[in-house]
């Protein structure tokens, strides 16, 4: 009876924990409701207002479950892990709710699909008719991708007050593990200070570069906050359905292109400057793997993109081809090209570019997704320190050190969780690219989807489309949930609900 | 007589066919241009959708883009020419329809490689406007009724809290 109780304490924690995170998501439809207030858009306002009432109930509700039990009991990893993840599918349902009813999705799943996508920064679109989207809804689309790219769970730490002894357990369950400072909560703060600055100055800059190109000021500052935010978060929304070709201007592809390689850097590297340590951006691992895979795969696609006359000149070749390799290698997904124009015009070889740049992605603890630069650092350092010790002789112990803030030691965990990982990505890309090969479409056109899926990108090459089998948008918001929380805290939620499920027919049996 | 005759005949097929070869295909669905680019570029085309965002102008030229309802197309066009467009789809606001003649170019060069058409010519089919959005009643009843009992939770939330915490 006395572990039935205990049992209960673990729902209700992790209830009141969820709960608060709802909450704290939910207030932020307040936006959309004031643009739409403010634009007159009173159908989308009635859609913002049922929708906001729905969460806040629920989350009400979630925290009257665990109040009691705040106190009392104390947050184990398997709360902050479960808590992390359980927040995520009950935010993904809810914030679908202004999605489904505005009418411009086919079904409830194809809401979820795009509130998953923003949420995790992906960027693949599933919502119709975008070009006559109303503001509100817009502003919804662009902060979900926003919010995502920094954590829901993060975003709810930088509020919290009190309860605070299980927030690192719950950092960590969104994927982010890195500590700018002792306290969690000031991390988590930070982190939002350092997006918060960004969002002003980048939303200033393409604003006037809005107007320059001949968009109306009030439009031109809108579009600019929402590319902004999807350029920082690594996300990939625009407000217009051809995304960055609706400008067809250099100056602005070239805005997005230093916003969202910042925003793929690491929060540490971000805080580190700040902190005037501007040497880090040089010595890091990140950085620097970054750096070497987007310059060797830029100019491999570059290459064949000219050699077989794709486009006739250097300008094109950048604004094309190097914009979409950065892009993908960000786990960005912003596109200045057709869907389609990857399969017809670009040929595989730049296409098998694109997809192991997907799959490469970011840095670690930043708005990208991928098997990020800091794994792929690692991997690379285990390989070579793995020849040096065959090379040389056994007496002659050398440790093998990479520069990540500050110096660390290669260690075998650490090597082996890189390749856990790393399997487990591999893992679902080449399910994603089977499944996809099953319902028909090209072995290659397949393989980009699950790579830019997987890889938390957004780019398409055209599977994505309403019309697409339920399966594959089934697996696809898994995928892109397992791809943006690294998998552990999802394992744990999987692990704790058949685990749950199996007592319950254990005792039922028993009686 | 005869000879007339033969020569006013080989004229008109001459006239009839050279119309016909220059008659620019009509595209009204637009990822066709997608799909052929390789075929049609730099060909005269014609195509119909509707005007939607914004008119960018960039001096002489101006920038429109167009949709078929699923795809839209970039249009360089004359800034005169783009001053007959008054109507841009957005939410609340159905774009002017219209037709464009121009030349293709499945990567401009002079654009930086991008999928676009250069129009020649532009006419207006059908004039846009503003469109109402009806609003449901029932959403209307259902919004109240949500947020009178998400305050009283609200409410609730507060005492329970204020009660435990004694």
Not at chain 1, 162 to 182: C, I, Q, R, S
Request: glycine content about 8%.
């Amino acid at each position: 009876m006395k572990k039935t109780i205990k049992n209960y304490d673990d729902i209700r924690i992790i209830n009141f924990y969820v709960g608060y995170v709802v909450i704290g998501t939910a207030c932020l439809m307040i936006i959309p409701i004031l643009t739409s207030l403010l634009f007159r858009e009173w159908s989308a306002l009635l859609d913002f207002i049922i929708s906001i009432s729905i969460a806040l109930s629920i989350g009400l509700l979630l925290m009257f479950t665990g109040r009691s039990k705040i106190d009392k009991v104390k947050v184990q990893w398997k709360h902050g892990l479960i808590i992390a993840s359980s927040s995520w599918i009950m935010l993904t349902l809810l914030c679908a709710l202004p999605y489904e009813l505005s009418g411009n999705t086919g079904s409830f799943l194809d809401a979820c699909f795009d509130v998953m996508s923003g949420f995790t920064t992906t960027g693949v679109v599933l919502t119709q008719n975008l070009d006559h989207l109303s503001l509100g809804l817009n502003m919804w689309r662009h902060i979900i991708t926003f919010v995502g790219g920094q954590g829901m769970v993060v975003l709810a730490l930088s509020f919290m007050v009190n309860h605070t002894l299980g927030a690192y357990k719950m950092y960590v369950g969104e994927g982010k593990d890195v500590e700018l400072v002792p306290n969690v909560k000031n991390t988590a703060r930070i982190i939002w200070k350092i997006s918060v600055v960004y969002l002003i100055v980048g939303t200033l800059m393409l604003w006037i570069d809005g107007m320059f190109i001949g968009l109306q000021p009030v439009s031109a500052f809108f579009h600019a906050l929402f590319i902004f935010m999807s350029a920082w978060s690594t996300g990939g929304f625009a407000p217009m359905s051809q995304n960055i070709l609706y400008y067809h201007s250099l100056s602005y592809e070239l805005l997005t292109m230093i916003f969202f390689i910042i925003g793929s850097l690491n929060f540490a590297l971000h805080y580190a400057v700040w902190q005037g340590n501007k040497k880090e951006i040089i010595k890091n691992i990140e950085t620097q793997s970054f750096f070497i895979t987007a310059l060797v795969i830029s100019f491999f696609t570059a290459l064949k993109l000219t050699n077989s006359g794709v486009y006739s000149n250097g300008i094109s070749v950048f604004r094309k081809g190097v914009y979409n390799v950065l892009s993908a290698h960000t786990t960005t997904g912003f596109g200045n090209l057709y869907a389609r124009q990857f399969a017809t015009e670009w040929g595989d070889f730049p296409v098998i570019m694109l997809i192991i740049a997907m799959l490469i992605g970011g840095s670690a603890c930043s708005t990208a997704g991928g098997f990020k630069g800091l794994r792929v650092g690692i991997v690379f350092k285990s390989i070579i320190a793995e020849i040096s010790k065959l090379l040389n002789s056994d007496r002659k112990i050398k440790a093998f050190k990479f520069h990540h803030i500050k110096e660390i030691v290669l260690e075998d965990s650490m090597v082996k969780s890189a390749y856990l990982i790393i399997t487990c990505y591999i893992l679902l890309f080449f399910v994603g690219t089977a499944l996809g090969t099953y319902y028909g479409y090209p072995v290659l056109s397949s393989a980009f989807e699950a790579a830019s899926i997987t890889g938390n990108v957004g780019l398409s090459i055209g599977v994505t489309t309403p019309s697409m089998p339920s399966i594959m948008k089934i697996y696809y918001i898994i995928a892109m949930y397992l791809g943006r929380l690294e998998f552990i805290s999802v394992f744990v939620l999987i692990g704790a609900t058949f685990g749950g499920i199996k007592k319950l027919w254990l005792r039922l049996l028993k009686q | 007589m005869v000879k007339t005759f033969k020569t006013m005949i080989i004229i008109c097929i001459l006239v009839f066919s050279y119309s016909t070869t220059c008659k620019a295909k009509e595209y009204n669905n637009f990822n066709d241009l997608i799909e052929n680019s390789k075929k049609i570029d730099n060909s005269n085309i014609s195509l119909k959708g509707e005007a939607i965002g914004e008119c960018m102008n960039r001096g002489k030229y101006s920038w429109v883009n167009i949709s078929d309802g699923s795809t839209a197309m970039g249009i360089w066009i004359d800034s005169t020419l783009a001053k007959n467009i008054k109507n841009y789809g957005q939410y609340g606001y159905k774009g002017d329809i219209v037709q464009i003649n121009g030349t293709f170019n499945r990567a401009c060069s002079e654009h930086g490689g991008d999928m676009d058409i250069h129009a020649s010519s532009v006419k207006i089919i059908e004039t846009g406007g503003s469109i109402t959005m009806p609003i449901n009643n029932s959403k209307k009843v259902i919004a109240l009724i949500l947020t009178f009992t998400t305050m009283i939770l609200s409410i609730s939330y507060y005492k329970f809290t204020k009660s435990t915490s004694k």
